[in-house]
């Protein structure tokens, strides 16, 4: 399969962009996303992140700088969701989870309320952890029950 991890899934969001760790830089490096998991990546762009950043932002058109999304963790292979203490059947494992913040961080449970009240119809799972100022947004996945909270 061809190299295609720099690939642009919407205005803002690009595939690579996706296979990141902070803390697990190395596995991160060693991430082969197949084209399913590069499909997921795109629905999740196009379907919840880049809308959700297109309104946040319609909000302050003064603002000379965007609000940005950045994707804390996207897609993981086993080695490293078990790494990062993901749980065994995490969504990141199929390309149907992210973990979203906002830069300026002031605006992430801004951005939280609006995937809750703008995309609801869009995804299984939605978290906010506050301590870590972070989110967590998943693609609908069989067997998956809904999940909504604030930690
Ligand atoms: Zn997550």
Aim: hydrophobic share 40%; aromatic share 10%; net charge neutral.
């Amino acid at each position: 399969m061809p190299l295609i991890s720099d690939m642009k899934l919407t205005r803002n969001f690009r595939t690579e962009e996706f296979l990141v760790s902070r803390d697990f830089p190395q596995l991160a490096d060693k991430l082969q996303p197949t084209q399913i998991h590069i499909n997921n990546l795109y629905l999740l762009s196009a379907t919840i992140l880049q809308p959700a950043r297109d309104i946040l932002n319609g909000r302050y058109p003064e603002f000379k700088k965007k609000i940005k999304v950045i994707i804390m963790s996207g897609y993981r292979d086993p080695d490293l969701n078990a790494a990062v203490g993901g749980w065994p059947t995490s969504l990141h494992m199929e390309a149907k989870a992210c973990d979203p913040r906002t830069d300026p961080i002031e605006h992430l449970e801004e951005f939280y309320d609006i995937l809750l009240e703008f995309f609801h119809y869009a995804w299984i799972q939605a978290i906010l952890y506050r301590d870590k100022n972070v989110a967590h947004i998943a693609l609908p996945h069989w067997g998956v029950p809904r999940l909504c909270e604030i930690r």
